[in-house]
């Protein structure tokens, strides 16, 4: 799915636009301008991401640190998209780790203090930036890999799942996925198709009608992430696996990229048609009841 949406990105200008439409792409670019990296290696720092960028590998690495869990807050999602955003500017950079500077957890997901009793603009907002920030982690012109070094949960999980592979911390006490059910929210549709994209139909629908967390084991097992390692060297083997990735042509990527293209677009026509029934089931309940 995430190499679907690069091809798109690369070729498609209309869909672009419509993606672009969708992410309110541009609102972080207007609040900082991004800058080119010019050194060999260099750090750049905002509150609450620091990224380490190694112009010889090419690879970057993003540290979310926003105290205490790495909550996904309308201005911690901004700071990772303007991030993000320099990275994919920098054609330096070909290869992107994603982990956490916080003790025990990867990201805590969406910030809940953030969606409750805020105003109709700042929701409109804060939910724009959950979307660009999917957008670009799944649109993503680099290779990107999730460093799990802690607890992965809902938002958190789908932070992961956008990235291209996922190494976990081997830890029984952490735990991964989208747990949204035992909320008592409705995972979003595009939640559930990046879930069914990275573990399939069936493990999705137990996932997310029983609002499942695994542990770092069971994650592995349904293929939830890709590897565990000890806790030390998750870091380490993120970098290491990276120069594996870095070293498959560009070419195949972008193959791939176009099978994938394919899929997603089926995935697409099916959630309109599903949403427009949707719809007109609605309206003939509402009829029926006014009869
Ligand atoms: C505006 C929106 C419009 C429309 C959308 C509406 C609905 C669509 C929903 C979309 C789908 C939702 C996705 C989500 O991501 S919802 C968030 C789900 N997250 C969780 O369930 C995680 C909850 N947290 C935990 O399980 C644990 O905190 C965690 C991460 C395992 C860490 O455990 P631990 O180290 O023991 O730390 P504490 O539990 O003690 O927490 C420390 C501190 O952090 C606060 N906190 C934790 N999680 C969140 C969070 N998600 N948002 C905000 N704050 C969080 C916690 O309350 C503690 O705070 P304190 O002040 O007490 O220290």
Redesign the pocket.
């Known amino acids: 799915m995430k190499m679907a949406l690069r091809a798109c990105l690369r070729t498609k200008p209309g869909l672009t636009a419509l993606l672009s439409q969708l992410s309110c792409s541009g609102h972080a670019a207007a609040r900082r301008a991004p800058a080119l990296v010019a050194q060999r290696s260099s750090s750049s720092t905002s509150q609450k991401i620091k990224v380490d960028f190694d112009q010889s590998s090419g690879v970057a690495v993003m540290h979310m640190q926003s105290p205490?869990?790495n909550?996904?807050?309308l201005e911690f999602l901004t700071d990772v998209c303007i991030a993000l955003e320099k990275l994919e500017m920098d054609k330096s950079c070909r290869g992107l780790v994603v982990t956490s500077s916080q003790?025990?957890?990867f990201?805590?997901?969406?910030?809940?203090?953030?969606?409750y009793g805020?105003s109709p603009e700042?929701?409109?907002e804060?939910?724009k930036a959950?979307q660009e920030m999917w957008l670009k982690f799944y649109g993503s012109n680099m290779i990107t890999i999730a460093a799990v070094n802690?607890?992965s949960?809902?938002?958190?999980c789908?932070l992961s799942m956008t990235c291209d592979y996922r190494i976990m911390a081997d830890n029984p006490r952490y735990?991964i996925g989208?747990?949204?059910t035992?909320?008592g929210?409705?995972?979003?549709f595009w939640?559930k198709d990046t879930m069914v994209n990275t573990v399939g139909h069936r493990a999705t629908e137990m996932a997310l009608q029983l609002g499942l967390l695994y542990s770092p084991a069971e994650a592995l097992k349904i293929g939830l992430v890709d590897q565990l390692v000890h806790e030390d060297q998750v870091l380490t083997t993120a970098t290491e696996t990276m120069t594996k990735w870095l070293a498959i042509p560009g070419i195949l990527n972008i193959s791939y990229t176009c099978h994938f293209f394919h899929l997603w677009c089926c995935n697409l026509v099916c959630t309109i048609c599903s949403c427009v029934c949707q719809v007109i089931a609605a309206k003939k309940i509402h009829l029926s009841q006014d009869f």
């Open positions: 205490p869990v909550s996904l807050s003790p025990k957890v990201s805590a997901g969406l910030d809940i203090l953030d969606m805020k700042h929701c409109a804060f939910w959950v802690g607890s949960p809902a938002g958190g789908l735990s989208l747990n949204e035992k909320l929210i409705v995972a979003p939640f």
